[in-house]
């Protein structure tokens, strides 16, 4: 059984590569890279592990998974669990922080996010929320800091089942203090699925962003089970540097 030992959220400094074009690069985004041990985990080089403190039995998982998402070539993936889990928003994955910060203000290209996730399991419908944290198999989080200078998130969240008696899944819904905003989409259980999404109008649906901090892949709820592949940044086919944030949340929300 995992230990029951309280982890902190850890944050690394991570140097931004430029690809071709100057595309800023999420560091072994394929998962194809090393796993270092970390306690009982196995954390994909680059990543630091992203934990909630754990309850006496809960067990909280993070691994290897010899199961490619389909965007790029390769043999292995990252994958999350967590079971006997308390009713409280519990987490489990990795985070990546960018040092310096990707100044999204100098881009010239659209910046575009790519990734596979797959929901494997969750014991909660729709999703959840455990005060202001929205509770997914899957989540992707982006942080970044806007023109004020203040850190907000952006998060979206992939479920896989809903009913009449639960609540309504979150689209766009901005968090009580007005720091985060969530999007959320049903997809297949078990099944890999591949999502894009244009950044900057992702995150214009809060704030006018300034650069970006971080990208965080986690599970959260009571019990999960979930995995990730593949993001990466990409340059896209059209510019979006003079939309501005009210034309976009005026589209997405």
Same mark, same amino acid.
């Given at each position: 059984?995992?230990?029951?030992?309280?982890?902190?959220?850890?944050?690394?400094? +991570?140097?931004?590569?430029?690809?071709? &074009? *100057?595309? !800023?690069?999420?560091?072994?985004?394929?998962?194809?890279? =090393?796993?270092? !041990?970390? &306690?009982?985990?196995?954390?994909?080089?680059?990543?630091?592990?992203?934990?909630?403190?754990?309850?006496?039995?809960?067990?909280?998982?993070?691994?290897?998974?010899?199961?490619? &998402? =389909?965007?790029?070539?390769?043999?292995?993936?990252?994958?999350?669990?967590?079971?006997?889990?308390?009713?409280? %928003?519990? *987490? /489990? %994955?990795?985070?990546?922080?960018?040092?310096? =910060?990707?100044?999204?203000?100098?881009? /010239?290209?659209?910046?575009?996010?790519?990734?596979?996730?797959?929901?494997? #399991?969750?014991?909660?419908? &729709?999703? %959840?929320?455990?005060?202001?944290?929205?509770?997914?198999?899957?989540?992707?989080?982006?942080?970044?800091?806007?023109?004020?200078?203040?850190?907000?998130?952006?998060?979206?969240?992939?479920?896989?089942?809903?009913?009449?008696?639960?609540?309504?899944? !979150?689209?766009?819904?901005?968090?009580?203090?007005?720091?985060?905003?969530?999007?959320?989409?049903?997809?297949?259980?078990? +099944?890999?699925?591949?999502?894009?999404?244009?950044?900057?109008?992702?995150?214009?649906?809060?704030?006018?962003?300034? #650069?970006?901090?971080?990208?965080?892949?986690?599970?959260?709820?009571?019990?999960?089970?979930?995995?990730?592949?593949?993001?990466?940044?990409?340059?896209?086919? /059209? #510019?979006?540097?003079?939309?501005?944030? *009210?034309?976009?949340?005026?589209?997405?929300?």
């Amino acid at each position: 059984m995992k230990r029951s030992m309280i982890l902190v959220v850890a944050m690394s400094f +991570v140097v931004t590569r430029q690809a071709t &074009g *100057g595309v !800023p690069t999420i560091l072994n985004g394929d998962f194809e890279g =090393p796993f270092i !041990p970390q &306690g009982d985990d196995f954390v994909p080089e680059h990543w630091v592990l992203s934990e909630s403190p754990l309850e006496p039995g809960e067990i909280s998982i993070l691994t290897s998974s010899p199961d490619n &998402g =389909p965007a790029l070539p390769g043999k292995t993936s990252v994958e999350w669990s967590r079971t006997n889990s308390q009713p409280k %928003g519990d *987490g /489990t %994955g990795i985070i990546q922080q960018f040092d310096p =910060p990707i100044d999204v203000t100098q881009l /010239t290209e659209p910046l575009l996010l790519n990734l596979d996730v797959k929901a494997i #399991s969750h014991n909660l419908c &729709g999703g %959840g929320w455990y005060f202001s944290r929205p509770e997914f198999p899957v989540r992707l989080d982006i942080f970044f800091w806007d023109q004020s200078d203040a850190l907000k998130y952006w998060s979206y969240g992939w479920y896989i089942w809903t009913e009449p008696s639960c609540p309504a899944p !979150p689209w766009g819904f901005i968090v009580p203090d007005g720091n985060g905003i969530v999007f959320s989409e049903q997809i297949p259980a078990g +099944v890999w699925w591949s999502a894009t999404f244009d950044v900057l109008a992702q995150l214009r649906t809060l704030a006018e962003p300034k #650069s970006i901090y971080s990208v965080q892949l986690v599970g959260a709820g009571w019990d999960f089970d979930g995995a990730a592949d593949n993001i990466r940044f990409a340059e896209g086919p /059209t #510019s979006v540097a003079q939309t501005t944030w *009210g034309s976009v949340k005026s589209l997405y929300r």
